[in-house]
């Protein structure tokens, strides 16, 4: 058994505590908004698009700098390694070539502020921090160690020694690779971090990434645990020349205090709280390697699809994770409540999706996806009980996470001018943004007032709709009298996915001042049989199908659509009411990763999860506020 199985097995079974630790480390089987920009002030030579084109990236991904990565998984992969293979390049990984199946537009390596390349001093058997008493017990290795290990680096508190300049030099090296690898127009590198809070086993991490080439030492979990002291640092920094943003991740293992109705010392939420949070907040992780963030079965219980790959246990131990609170959606209709309340909406958050991935490698696809230490990219294949190990199909299997639960890495689509920083960051902060579960789907989302229902038939609508409208992200002008707000939705299949199930909107809104939520199927595509329809007894619109064979893993395009697109009206729509309007998009069924790898190696399925999956996308909402009494 090598080193890094040990501390995986060893670890994994008799620590609970280090849960946090395990789970989400696949590796590859391989007016204007702050820091917006124009087209016209890209760099010389980049090509711009007047009405933006989609961009695929990831904003949370792990290199061997970050403690769990090189302890846990014995991640060597370097952020050099990983901006590399996101951009398309063929790299040595676990002794033999592999290459990503399309290359990434932009990415942020976000390895972990607390204690940044620290451990990596382990490498030097001789250094001070080998010899030291942390360094022994890393170097020992076994579960008694890693709980001593994990509960001092999770406590908050420094390490001591030379820990400080290590973690500084290290920073100033991941700055100086960020601007290497940066190409405006062809790819591009944010200089990023993780933030690394987990008050009583909650997780509360943000991802903090910036706009620009220069960045200050990071601000730490280690200097607090409380979000409201980083959004103060990032509004410090904003006076110093350091424009800035962070994003939450992983609210579906928060326990609900990621979408609180009070701040993290229990107090309620009041204007100044919100208004901070939503200056430097404009996004929320929707999906990734550990879940979904979306919603949950238990909040939204008429939803036939939230049941989509959840994970809703804290992330230090199998303990359950409180739902209310935890999942974006209900955020968004909190933040309806809290506007209504104080003026402003704390949780006005645009959809973001990323992979958190700790074997530095960003892979989203089933096919490349090889589970919690798979090698599957490029050929090389686990083998026997290795295999099942890893897969967490070995009878009589007692790890406390089952990695076969994980899913693959999620992306953020962007519509910008430019792949550039300054254009992307501008669409982070105008929310023109979307998460998708690791397919390259295109979503667009414009809502407005004098939109015709044949408006998506014309050459050039989607240069008319920003015009005549306002992108996801935005917010509707006032209501007109006798009116109802229409919708321009778009949505085209990823070449190397599966074609378009449907196209759904939802709804989230208040009523008597409680928020309340509805789902609207707007357009989908034929079934084997041919065309389908919404069933007027139950509402809900047929399936589609399934084309999956479960022996081999293959499937056809034979259902669905390639292209989906409507103009939608709400027929609910009360002038008086608070709204806020999201598209969710699914493909058809297509084999989970899960599926895939135990057809290849030769295992029977998996029963934890379903054999099959409906790949999304998620757009950044539409806003619709009524004008406020006085």
């Known amino acids: 058994m090598t080193k890094r199985t040990r501390w995986l097995a060893g670890a994994a079974i008799a620590a609970p505590l280090a849960y946090h630790l395990l789970i989400g480390f696949g590796t590859a089987s391989a007016s204007q908004p702050v820091g917006a920009a124009s087209a016209a002030a890209q760099p010389a030579g980049v090509q711009t698009f007047p009405d933006k084109q989609a961009f695929f990236g990831d904003l949370h991904l792990h290199t061997t700098n970050s403690f769990d990565a090189y302890v846990l998984m014995g991640t060597r992969t370097t952020p050099e390694d990983a901006y590399r293979f996101a951009r398309g390049d063929t790299i040595q990984y676990l002794g033999q070539p592999i290459k990503r199946s399309f290359p990434l537009d932009f990415e942020a390596v976000t390895d972990h502020s607390e204690n940044l390349g620290v451990f990596n001093q382990l490498d030097d058997p001789n250094s001070a921090f080998s010899l030291s008493d942390i360094g022994k017990l890393a170097r020992e290795g076994g579960a008694a160690n890693f709980i001593k290990i994990a509960l001092l680096i999770t406590s ?10 290590v973690a500084a ?48 030492a990071p601000f730490t979990a280690i200097d607090s645990k409380d979000p409201k002291d980083l959004w103060t640092w990032l509004s410090k920094i904003r006076g110093q020349g350091y424009e800035a943003l962070a994003i939450p991740h992983n609210g579906n293992a928060s326990n609900g205090l990621m979408y609180d109705w009070t701040s993290l010392d229990g107090k309620p939420i009041d204007e100044a709280w919100a208004q901070l949070r939503a200056t430097n907040e404009p996004l929320s992780e929707v999906s990734q390697n550990k879940g979904t963030s979306e919603t949950h079965p238990a909040l939204s219980a008429n939803d036939e699809f939230a049941n989509y790959e959840i994970f809703d246990k804290l992330l230090l ?70 295999a099942k190990e890893q897969l967490g199909l070995a009878p009589g299997h007692t790890v406390g996470l089952n990695p076969v639960i994980l899913s693959p890495g999620a992306l953020t689509g962007v519509w910008a001018e430019a792949n550039t920083r300054d254009a992307l960051y501008a669409a982070f ?59 321009v939705i778009e949505a085209v299949k990823d070449p190397l996915s599966g074609n378009l199930d449907r196209v759904q909107v939802v709804k989230v809104f208040l009523d008597g001042g409680k928020q309340q939520e509805r ?31 479960l022996k081999t893993g293959k499937w056809d395009n034979s259902i669905g659509a390639a292209r989906l697109a409507t103009v939608w009206t709400d027929p609910t729509f009360k002038a008086d009411q608070a709204a806020v309007y999201y598209v969710r998009v699914l493909e058809i069924p297509t084999p989970r990763w899960s599926t895939l790898r135990a057809i290849e190696f030769g295992l029977p399925l998996p029963k934890e999860v379903a054999p099959t999956i409906q790949q999304r996308a998620w757009s950044s909402p539409i806003w619709y506020t009524p004008i406020r009494s006085r």
């Open 317 to 386: 131990g199998n303990t359950p994770s409180k739902p209310a609170g935890s999942y974006w959606r209900d955020a968004l209709g909190r933040g309806l409540v809290l506007q209504q309340k104080l003026g402003v909406n704390p949780y006005k958050d645009g959809a973001e999706g990323s992979s958190d991935l700790h074997g530095g490698l960003q892979v989203s696809t089933a096919q490349e996806y090889g589970g919690i230490a798979g090698a599957n990219l490029g050929g090389g294949k686990l083998k026997g009980d290795t």
């Open 169 to 216: 030099s290290t920073w100033a090296r991941e700055i100086e690779t960020a601007n290497k690898f940066n190409e405006p127009g062809k790819f591009t590198a944010f200089i990023a971090y993780e933030w690394t809070s987990m008050p009583g086993g909650a997780n509360l991490h943000r991802n903090v990434i910036f706009k620009g080439d220069k960045a200050p």
């Open 156 to 165: 908050g508190k420094p390490l001591g020694g030379n820990a400080d300049q």
């Open 519 to 549: 789902i609207f199927d707007v357009a989908w595509g034929n079934a084997a049989g041919g065309a389908r329809k919404i069933d007027a007894r139950t509402g809900k619109l047929a399936p589609v199908g399934n084309t999956v064979d």
């Open 429 to 487: 902060r105008r929310k023109e943004t979307y998460a998708t579960s690791g397919s390259r789907l295109k979503v667009r989302f414009f809502g407005g007032w004098d939109f015709s229902r044949s408006f998506v038939a014309k050459p050039n609508w989607v240069h008319d709709a920003y015009k005549l409208g306002v992108p996801m992200g935005g917010d509707l002008p006032q209501a007109r009298a006798g009116k109802a707000p229409n919708f």
